[in-house]
């Protein structure tokens, strides 16, 4: 009894001090917000420049080199340095004595100040979600290396993780690369920069690079700092393997093996000549730094990467940027590459194995035997040329004077002439399309259909969404057209307790959207804004604040009947449906998916915008997504058991929610299977009355006769076995489900609906009253062969609707542009009709 007595006071200890902590959590975030928004009403300090490297790792990379250069620039001394640290106690040290100098712990209040106040931003990676650059301060991003492997898109599911670096990027008044390669592969294309930035984009060199070329006392004091590594003064090797997995925050813990490989090199080289020493990335080095078996070769973390390659007489490497780097020296660089095969197809390389300037060994006695072929015969002739050519595209520009060419143009404003990198000029229109939640139903799958469908020769196009790490939110992020720029939204608006309040209670000033824009779009411009989901209140306005653009809101339903339907009791939708519309008058368009609900809402939302702004633009259809995904292995076994010559299948897709309304194609289902035993139907899809259909389906008896599939990431497969598509919604705009069910060559039968005609193109189906009785009926109507699959001409209409959707957004129509004349005076028509109204 005690025991048991003791176990639960136990557990409810842990459960109280989990709801403390995450109160205290709480509050420490709210009092870190109340602090930044103080800050940011705060005059900025001229003479204030924040350096973060490595997101506060150390004194590191680039903003260390430049940090070293404004210290001993005598027309500079009147700046006053702030370091963001993780742990700033170590450093403190060095600079206890000046005045000039201080820390600030990353996270902290201070450093929110610092960030919020200083005039001069200086990252090597990115600012956090927060962040958001003033309108007066300089941010200079210099990235930390010239990549060797895959960055940014160009990686394997690369969008979802450049959330914050695009982010950063865009919001830069200067890009430093280090060299063209770099500006090109990297920033341009990895990072989908070309045409969207709007800074300058420097090639000056690399300052960190000049820290390789050590002055007698910078190299004394480097030696001292790695005495205990290298009793004697041996030659260095030094083995900077750079981090391995899927994400810089959680890299792989592969020290054991490093350490096993450095073994093996040492054991095939003559050591009382060579020491071979350990640099980590900053990804793993607190992994390394708590291993006592790393101590012996351990570079210590806070002394610059670049120094120790001043002292370093051979790199070992394998896929790091630090090679690049390395170059400068002339010295021999020998590339270890154990997983190049696996490497090169998770991960990428820019540069073929055969364009590296060294030898590329698979094992660590390959590597061993190099070094000795170096200790005989010093450099290798075999890489001569290809050390030079790699020398002249890498580091040509770096001579040891790259930071003084950097502060004097972002310190002292000079005209960068030959050192800038120019982009061509922008020949695309741009766009950026807000996609609403990503959630999987009508309006995700129209908005993915639309990106594949328009020109992208022609338009540059953006798009928006909230990060989410959802598996079904992921999935339809990985189905955006590898050709869109992604903008997915991360951490929230800027502001203390009193600007959160303004904002529920819908009366935060035009200010605070002005700076959220920029906060997730830095200096982006579009010359046409869209929000292509137009059910919520919060991005109808904030795109309302993006610099001067045509604007564009998606009507995909009746709004107006939303707004005022019940859901669960209550009217849900009614509080943020009218806050949008009063937005309205403010867009240059209001975009409905078809004429019929063009023509409804016009009538419906006339005090809230002239008939005039009311216009159609067709959802467009993505053929070969629909039908590359039927032709995949179904995700589920009863897509398998569908196509029976005996059975005949019914399949309905779409959200389980009201006004969907399966229960009255469930009970229609049950008045036909009474009749015909060998019939079946299939309901895809998930949502908050599953549970309540469930029970439907069982006191029906049905449980044999009916599935539910939940939701499915690819319902094309169940679509293509079934033989009838059925929609028994109580209201629809334009849905999706039926274009795609046509695409199949299924028979669609539906129930009634305001815009049925426009839903179903040239007369397809067959549309039945909204009754069970009415859906048994055309159900059976199928059984009877009474409703058969039109031929569907889906690349017609595929013109018509992306021709609609470039004139919806106010896009001038090209000379050239074609498309199908019938559709296209219809469509005349039909906007002729709701200005006469």
Known sequence: MLTTLLSVLA?????QRRRLAKVGGRIRRALRYEAHAYWRSRPINPHAVLYEAFNGSGLLCNPEALFRELQKTPDQAQLRHIWALKNPRAARREFRRDRTVRFVKTGSRAYYRALATSRYLISNATFPPQFSKRVGQIYLNTWHGTPLKHMGYDMVDGAFGTANIVRNFVSADYLLAANP??????YERAYKLDGIFQGRMLLAGYPRIDRQTLCATDSLGARMRLAQL??????????????KGASFAHPDDDLDALLDRVRQIEAGIDTSRYVVLLKTHQAVHALAAGRADLARVLVPNDLPTNVVLGLAGILVTDYSSIF??????????????????DFEQNRGLYLDPAELPGPVCRTAAEVAAVIGQIADHGRLPAFTERYRIAQHDYVGQDDGAASARVIDIVFRGADPGSLLHESPAPAR???LIYLGGMKPNGITSAALNLLAAIDHDRFDVSVAFAKSSAPARRANQRLIDPRVRQFARIGGMNGGLKQRLARRYRCAPATAFTAEFTRCFGASRFDHVVDFSGYGPFWAELLLHSPPAVRSIWLHNDLAADAHRNIGGAKRMLRGLTETFARYDRYDSLVSVSPALAEINAEALAAHAPRSKFTVAHNTVDVERILNGAAAEPAMETADDLDTPETTTFVTIGRLSPEKNQARLIRAFALVHAR??????????GGPL??????????????????????????????????????????????????????LGRAVVTVAFASVHDALPDAAGLVVPQTDAGLAAGLTAFLCGEVVASVFDHEAYARRAVAEFYRAIGVPEEADETSDLDAELAHLEAIERLSQR
Not at 230 to 243: C, F, K, M, Q
């Open 429 to 431: 229109t741009s766009v």
């Open 230 to 243: 290298n009793p004697g003064g041996r030659e260095i090797v030094l083995y900077a393997p750079t981090w």
């Open 676 to 685: 015909n035993p060998l019939t079946r139907l299939v309901i895809v899809g």
């Open 324 to 341: 690049f780097d390395f170059l400068a020296t002339g010295l021999p660089i020998v590339f270890f590459t154990p997983d190049l095969a």
């Open 181 to 186: 390669f770099m500006a090109r592969q990297m």
């Open 11 to 15: 557990r409810w200890s842990l459960r």
């Open 690 to 743: 599953q549970a309540e259909l469930a029970d439907l389906i069982r006191d029906l008896n049905l449980g044999a006769a009916i599935t539910l599939t939940g939701a499915l990431v690819n319902p094309y497969p169940v679509l293509a076995a079934a033989d009838c598509f059925v929609l028994s919604s109580d209201y629809e705009g334009a849905p999706m489900v039926i274009l795609e069910a046509l695409v």
